[in-house]
Structures are given as structure tokens and as C-alpha cells.
């Protein structure tokens, strides 16, 4: 069975064709192990378990009468829940919403489906996917495998605690904000944020209609391994591969920023990771351009109309008010949200940009994607994910939602490739002292995924790779 738990989608689905494995043997390898592991981490919400076994025992009755098709038949895959799959609820954390079951699947979801997939289970994520730690009143906190005091980040925490422990053979996250990069880099796993209107996001949840907030959503894979995140992008995007030499790009490796923390550790596999590439290829330490405002920017984009439009989904009638709802959770406990979310609520709120200040943005926005569409023809950039490993449960609460703005220093690597709508790459590249996962990001513009790719290829081969966490086999 582990030796299941460690295969990737790729090398799983080759092994179901040639007969090797069938698909119900991996189905129910996922499932027990999951049983087992869920009961430590919690990154489960809700799971189909016997609907799977089922599927499983179809898929494999058409591999044994030569009518299998799909690059993912028969493979267990698991899925954040922001998305909608027909027959489960799609709750994002909100008890009002534990009982309402979708009747379609997201467009994401049945792409997968199409493509053989089989969902076992859905994962956890914060209430209304709206902060980078995973807790909720309906489904709980969701705890990081390698050291379950640690938060396993967020939005997409649950999956990227299911990936960690080998929970499918690859998963399905979303990034707003670093939903899909924070829970990569703290549980040690690849995952891919694709670029601005690359991936359909019908049936997401909350759906995100303001335009300069959706072109900081990308959706991908969370999985095991590089050669997963392109199959899963080129399943969602109905892409085929298109090679380019990655002799011709020149990789960036900005210096540590003075102004922006970044641990030791951190800074050491980087400077390692300099050091290899600088053998291989050309590269740089250069600053890319806008850099340094996009983190203020993406806290003013994500606080449009002071984000009521995510108030009026916080209840069943829209009445509910994060003040209140504040109060509250200090005063009784008793409040269906976490006072995090209220107060993220009322951050929005206070960074809300005037029309005036928007119009600014806008402008700066169409300026800066043409600047950044020049500036990636030839370039790759390499950035940290997050100043340090993943944080004793709430520490990432006080350091971006504060109204001191301390946003500004811990949000810049993340914010870079939301706000200019770029794709990227988050791969593990080492461990920290105390054995906690550091990830990197590499990140480019769109149509130059196939870069990307072939450099976290390099990565992998040549640094570190996806190491599962076998404490709870």
C-alpha cells in the first residue's frame, strides 16, 4: 500500500493501463490511509468513499474490456472545497451551508471526471477561503503533518495536508492570494497557480466576479510532483505541450530585500539554489519591475467595495456583520466564524480604495502587464514563498491582518504573481533546522508555462523533490 501512497498521478495511471494496478486496490489504499491520517491532521470535510470503491470497480471493468479512455482513468484524486461536485456540499466553512448539496461540478471538476478521475474526498479550507490559515466553525483546524502544532496554511490547507501524507495521487486547489503556494511550501508539495482567465473557475465558490480580483485567481494542481502539475494544467486548460528551450531564459533570483524578512534557512537554500543554477544557466539578482508596490496593491484589490460582496455569502439571508459576529466570538465564543475572519472582514473595510484611488490602480495594472509581458520573454523569476517555515497555528493571522499594514512586509513574494495575474510554480527545495518543509516559487508570464515546468523538472532533479510524510501510515 505505501508504495501506492508514493506514486504520483502519472506513474499511477501508467501503472493502471498496463495492468499492474488496478484501479479499486488503489482506491481503497487512498481511502484506509485517509482514515487513518484524517483522524490527525483533519483535512478531510467530507469524503465518497464507497461512491469511489464503486467508480473504481466500473473503471476497472472497462480497462479489462479495452474501453478504458482518459489520461486519469481510474485515478483517486482529491479536491479542495471551493468546488462544486454534484452530490456533495460546498460548504468554504460556513455551518449554514453544510446541508446544501450542488447538482453540478465545477467546470474544473468535470474536466478531471472526464478525464477518469475518480474524487475520494473533499478538503478543508478556512470560512470562505478568505484567510491563509485553515479553521473553521463547521469543519475545524486543520493541522500540518510534520508537526501538528504548525498550521498547514490556506486556503487550500486540507489538500495541501492530503498531498503531504500521500492522501490521493494528486489534488486540486485554488489561489487568490497564495491559497495553493502557502500550504505547497509549508507541507512540502508541488502545486501550480495558473495565470489570469487560463482556467475556468465556474462552480468556485466564492465566486469571485470583480474584475481586478479575477485576474489574481489561478487554479491547479497540488500533488507530488512537476510532471502532475503540467497533466493537470493541460487537462483544465485542454492545452497540448508547447516546448520552448529553456537554454534561451535567464533566471532571477532577487537578493534578500532588506525590508522584507526572510529566515536564515530560507535564505541558505536559496543561496544554495543560486550556486546550482549559476553552473547551468544564466541568471540574475535584479528586483522585477513593481515589485515593490504589488503588496499593497493586492490588499487594496481584495478589499473593492470593502469586500461586501463576501459579507452577503457570510449567512443564508446576508444579515450577518463581521463586527458583530467580532464581537461576539471575543465576548461568548459563540459566533458561527472565527473573530479572524471578522476581523479580515473589517480590514477590508478599512483598506477599501476610493474610486479615485481604483481608477489609479487600473491605470497602473494595464501599464504594469505590458511592462511584465516584455519583461518575461526571456525571463524566469524565483522568489521565496513565505519569510520562514510553516508557523505555530495563528501566527500568520497577526502578521498579515493587522492594522499596522505589516501586510506590506510579509505579503510581497506571495502578492507578486496574484496582482499581474502570472502563473506559478511552488516546489519543495529543502527543510529548515527543525526538519519543516521550504518551498520556492518560480514564476513567469502566461505562455511560458512550459519554462516553468521544465525548470521545476530541474529542480527536482537536481536539489530536492516531494517527500511524503509517512508518520501516520
Known sequence: MNHILDMDATELSARIKNGEITSLQATLAYIEHLKRANERINCVTADRYEAARQEAIRADLLQQNGEASGRLHGVPISVKDCFHVAGMATTSGLIHR????????????????????????????????????????????????????????????????????????????????????????YNGIVGFKSGNDQVDDTGNFPHVGIPEQRRMLGIGAMGKSVRDARLIHEILTDGKRKFVDLDRYEIVIPSKQPDIPLSSDTEAWLEHLRGKIGTDYRMSQELPPHFTE??????????????????????????????????????????????????????????????????????????????????????????????????????????????????????????YANVWGLPALTLPIGTDTEGMPIGIQLISAVGHEDALFQLGEWVEAEIYSYQRCTTYD
Open 98 to 185: 453544510a446541508n446544501m448539496i450542488e447538482q453540478e461540478d465545477a467546470a474544473v471538476v468535470k474536466r478531471l471526471k472526464q478525464e477518469g478521475a475518480i474524487i475520494v474526498a473533499k478538503t478543508n479550507t478556512p470560512a470562505l477561503c478568505f484567510c491563509q490559515e485553515t479553521n473553521n466553525k463547521l469543519h475545524g483546524r486543520t493541522n500540518n503533518p510534520w508537526d501538528l502544532n504548525r498550521s498547514a496554511g490556506g486556503s487550500s490547507g486540507g489538500e495541501g495536508a492530503l498531498m503531504a501524507v500521500g492522501g490521493a495521487a494528486v489534488g486540486l486547489g485554488a489561489d487568490i492570494g497564495g491559497s495553493i503556494r502557502f500550504p505547497s511550501h
Open 294 to 415: 504589488s503588496a499593497l496593491y493586492w490588499q487594496e484589490l481584495m478589499s473593492i467595495d470593502g469586500a461586501k460582496h463576501v459579507q452577503r455569502v457570510m449567512s443564508s439571508d446576508g444579515t450577518k456583520k463581521p463586527i458583530a459576529e467580532y464581537v461576539k466570538e471575543k465576548v461568548t465564543g459563540r459566533s458561527d466564524f472565527h473573530s479572524y475572519l471578522s476581523w479580515a472582514l473589517l480590514g477590508a473595510g478599512m483598506f477599501k480604495p476610493s474610486e479615485v484611488r481604483l481608477e489609479q490602480i487600473r491605470a497602473a495594472l494595464k501599464q504594469g502587464d505590458q511592462e511584465l509581458s516584455q519583461y518575461f520573454e526571456g525571463k524566469l523569476l524565483i522568489l521565496p514563498v513565505y519569510h520562514e517555515a510553516a508557523q505555530k497555528h495563528g501566527k500568520q493571522y497577526r502578521e498579515i491582518f493587522s492594522v499596522r499594514k505589516t501586510y506590506k512586509q510579509y505579503m510581497p513574494y506571495i502578492a
